[in-house]
């Protein structure tokens, strides 16, 4: 199994000097993204995305622990230009867009008309072409965010980061967005990206990982978070709903669920009851379900001694 981003018992600790208080925004986390999926980062608002994002750019250091992003140790400025980043809220200088674009190529040492050629066609892949001359200072937010995901592509990256990459995005360029992602997933490229727009991320990403409070609070492949509920929804008719705890009645078509270790025997029973079986599912939970869940489990004990 190869990993192109690693954190590896990551603590961070913000200093505030008026304050002399330490803020720990990461709590001994780890985690292991894999080559060629798509990878949803999740949490409450302070969670700790960002900082863990910002580690891995190696835009500042740990407090303790390390961590690798494409083989090398963060901040390595060979791995930096195999990755395409995208910051959560995308400042941009006053440039035209296309100029902007191809300042970001240079960066990455791209050059001459491969870089010219190459700018335009990403400024093209988020719809920006007849935007390329204007000045992107004066763009809206998520034309922003567009010009933001054209420079992250632009060297053509093995590994894209991308905080919180549609946040601003009208649903007609979501749309845009989810096909780029899944494009380039398919194409062997890895995403690693945080979002709080979680019908997207359980639409597009192969695994999940939910953050609170600065440590990993869940993580698995999206299908099997979505489905661990542990509940069997049994559809039936011609029983009456007052066989079954709990159960809807509409139409003559009864609903209800039970642990599916009881589900067997719920079976059993509409059948010595003269009923007939219309489905048997697993309850699926939303994404949603999981967040609030995880957000209301209370501090753990470790976690405490830092504000
Ligand atoms: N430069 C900084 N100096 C001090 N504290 C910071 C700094 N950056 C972040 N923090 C704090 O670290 C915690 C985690 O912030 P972070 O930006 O990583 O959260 P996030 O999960 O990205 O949240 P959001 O969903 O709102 O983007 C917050 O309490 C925040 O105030
Ligand atoms: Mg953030």
Avoid at 7 to 26: I, Q
Avoid at 90 to 95: E, I, P
Avoid at 261 to 274: F, M
Wanted: one cysteine or more; glycine letters at 10%.
């Amino acid at each position: 199994m190869s990993f192109v981003l690693e954190f590896e018992n990551v603590t961070k600790e913000y200093r505030s000097f008026a304050s002399k208080r330490r803020l720990r925004a990461l709590d001994s986390f780890s985690l292991a993204v894999e080559a060629g999926e798509i990878f949803g980062f999740l949490g409450p608002n302070g969670a700790g995305k960002s900082t863990a994002i910002h580690l891995a750019m190696g835009f500042m250091q740990p407090t303790s622990g390390n961590g690798r992003l494409l083989g090398e140790s963060f901040g390595d400025p060979g791995a930096r230009r195999r990755v395409g980043f995208l910051a959560e809220s995308v400042a941009l200088y006053h440039r035209r867009a296309e100029r902007l674009v191809r300042f970001y190529g240079a960066l990455n040492g791209m050059g001459g008309t491969q870089l010219d050629k190459r700018a335009r066609e990403v400024l093209e892949i988020v719809g920006l072409q007849d935007h390329a001359n204007r000045n992107a200072g004066k763009f809206s937010r998520g034309m922003l965010q567009r010009v933001g995901l054209a420079q992250a592509m632009v060297n053509d990256p093995e590994l894209l980061i991308l905080d919180e990459p549609t946040s601003a995005l009208d649903p007609l360029a979501r749309v845009m967005v989810r096909e780029l992602l899944i494009g380039a997933r398919n194409a062997g490229k890895t995403i690693f990206l945080s979002s709080h727009l979680l019908s997207e991320v359980e639409l597009i990403c192969d695994r999940v990982a939910m953050l609170h409070r600065g440590k990993l609070a869940r993580l698995g492949r999206t299908t099997d978070l979505l489905q661990a509920g542990g509940r069997t929804e049994i559809i039936v008719r011609a029983i009456a709903p007052s066989h079954f705890e709990g159960a809807a009645a509409r139409d003559g078509i009864v609903s209800f669920s039970v642990p599916t270790h009881g589900q067997r025997a719920a079976l059993e029973k509409v059948w010595n009851l003269g009923g007939e079986v219309v489905s048997v599912n697993p309850v699926r939970r939303s994404l949603e379900e999981i967040f609030l869940e995880v957000t209301a489990e209370p501090l753990s004990p470790l976690s405490k001694g830092v504000q």
